[in-house]
């Protein structure tokens, strides 16, 4: 029996479990399981792969993909740049972490947003997926500015988001869990006034498939997506980075 997973610390929202479970299925694969593990702290990783001898990948999400890092054996270069994880190879006893999200994002992107023209970006959030988001859009030539709850070195607050700001960055990212179930009410917090149907708002969050963000933006006429698609872009190279 080979054994895929994920790892977090809440993990009741989500879609890997009923994705991989419902693919074997369709397609017919044999000898195989996809669980969720639930962590209450990184440390307790060692001791997963102990217990479960026979785990061949994990997913991680947050709030480990970036303190799961110091644990592996070994980083693929990617995701060595972006300094985030969301799969693992298990092999030999030996782990090795990959970053598939960037390759989800960076394709749906593509597919929602006109990559084409001269734009900027705003991205919500400051974790692990605000950094593959942002190595695609630096790969996409995409200038962008990350915004967070505390203004640093690298981020503005949002009370620095104001009308100019969207003026002139028409693609906004949300990264952040703010908005999933179960607190749906929750939403980042912009001026949504001064959106315009010609912004675009991409939220990471899926469940529930229309987040307050998405309806928000919708409602001042931009166009908006959730992260579902990009769900099952990352999920189907993380299985063919597990069968390599």
């Not at 400051?126 to 709850?149: C, E, F, M, N, Y």
């Not at 028409?170 to 607190?183: E, Q, V």
């Not at 010609?198 to 990471?204: F, G, M, R, S, V």
Request: aromatic share 10%; proline share 5%; hydrophobic share 40%.
């Amino acid at each position: 029996m080979r054994k895929f997973g994920l790892i977090g610390r809440k993990l009741g929202h989500s879609f890997s479990k009923r994705y991989f479970t419902g693919k074997f299925e369709r397609e017919g694969i044999q000898g195989a399981v996809y669980d969720l593990y639930e962590l209450d702290q990184i440390a307790e990783f060692p001791e997963l792969l102990m217990r479960e001898p026979e785990l061949a990948g994990l997913n991680v999400t947050v709030p480990y993909k970036e303190v799961v890092i110091p644990f592996l054996d070994e980083m693929d270069a990617a995701a060595a740049a972006i300094g985030a994880v969301n799969t693992i190879r298990v092999e030999n006893g030996k782990t090795k972490g990959y970053n598939t999200d960037f390759i989800g994002f960076r394709q749906t992107l593509e597919e929602f947003y006109p990559v084409g023209q001269e734009g900027r970006a705003l991205v919500l959030g400051t974790g692990g997926a605000a950094k593959a988001v942002i190595a695609a859009l630096d790969a996409l030539g995409i200038a962008h500015k990350q915004v967070s709850r505390s203004a640093g070195p690298s981020a503005i607050s949002y009370e620095e988001v104001q009308a100019g700001l969207l003026t002139t960055h028409k693609l906004i990212i949300n990264t952040t869990p703010l908005g999933m179930y179960p607190a749906t009410d929750a939403c980042p917090p912009l001026p949504y006034e001064s959106l315009t149907p010609q912004h675009y708002l991409y939220d990471l969050v899926y469940n529930p498939e229309q987040t307050q963000f998405m309806q928000k933006g919708a409602a001042a006429g931009a166009q908006v997506t959730n992260g579902l698609a990009m769900l099952y872009k990352q999920a189907e190279a993380a299985w063919a980075i597990w069968n390599a």
